[in-house]
């Protein structure tokens, strides 16, 4: 099974709650990224965080990383509409980006 | 338009034709990649490439071929289209500048084989 596995789960939000998504990788990295891609559109970086990093944010976006776990989670904050769409964790290690499944949010007006 | 360009964007072919689908990037990135999207298995990838001349299987390269003559064209010829091999497909580059590898997707190329 490839790397960066995100529960799979679909979430269904209102408009201004928190969306969590957490992702699980299973060999050592050197950086943990997040994507998102919406309806019939290719993949867009979101934010990347480093091996050594513990918690980055940018914006409304919050990621966290626990390498002992192996493991990470974007937190989304005061959701909106646009941010409908779904979104990949990848994990890179050994010269190679290997992406989860995804997990689709819909946000509610 | 500077970018990652994917064309075309649908295609619908038949069981045992070739296909070439086609990737263009702007940027003079070093690195190129296929992959294919399908339910249940999120992105899978076909093949790289790290430079002109220079390509390498990925996780699931069999029934594909792919080839780099210059930096900005990474073009994927399904030799024989397979019904199995009816998915999107998205190309992506990188410059990989710092070890980061973020990757910058076009479009994709919704695929039917029938």
């Known amino acids: 099974s490839q790397q960066g596995e995100e529960d799979p789960q679909a979430l269904s939000i209102q408009e201004g709650e928190n969306a969590t998504m957490n992702c699980s990788y299973k060999?050592?990295?050197?950086?943990l990224q997040w994507y998102r891609q919406n309806s019939g559109r290719g993949l867009v970086h979101l934010i990347l965080?480093?091996?050594?990093?513990r918690e980055k944010h940018s914006g409304r976006l919050r990621v966290t990383l626990d390498t002992s776990k192996k493991s990470s989670s974007l937190l989304i904050t005061a959701s909106r509409a646009a941010d409908t769409a779904s979104y990949f964790c990848?994990?890179?290690?050994?010269?190679?980006?290997?992406f989860g499944k995804g997990n689709q949010v819909v946000v509610i007006p | 338009d500077a970018g990652i360009t994917q064309s075309p964007r649908y295609k619908i072919t038949e069981t045992g034709r070739q296909v070439t689908l086609m990737c263009h990037q702007t940027?003079?990135?070093?690195?190129m990649f296929w992959y294919r999207q399908d339910l249940g298995h999120g992105l899978r990838l076909i093949y790289y490439?790290?430079?002109?001349?220079?390509?390498d299987k990925g996780e699931v390269p069999d029934g594909y071929v792919v080839s780099r003559s210059k930096t900005e064209n990474f073009p994927l010829t399904l030799e024989s289209a397979t019904r199995s091999q009816t998915s999107v497909y998205f190309c992506?580059?990188?410059?990989?500048?710092?070890?980061?590898?973020?990757?910058?997707f076009g479009a994709g190329t919704r695929l039917s084989v029938l």
């Open positions: 490439s790290a430079a002109a001349d220079i390509t």
């Open positions: 060999t050592s990295i050197n950086n």
């Open positions: 940027w003079s990135h070093s690195y």
């Open positions: 965080i480093r091996s050594n990093e």
């Open positions: 990848a994990s890179y290690g050994n010269n190679r980006l290997a």
């Open positions: 992506a580059s990188t410059p990989d500048s710092g070890g980061k590898n973020i990757q910058y």
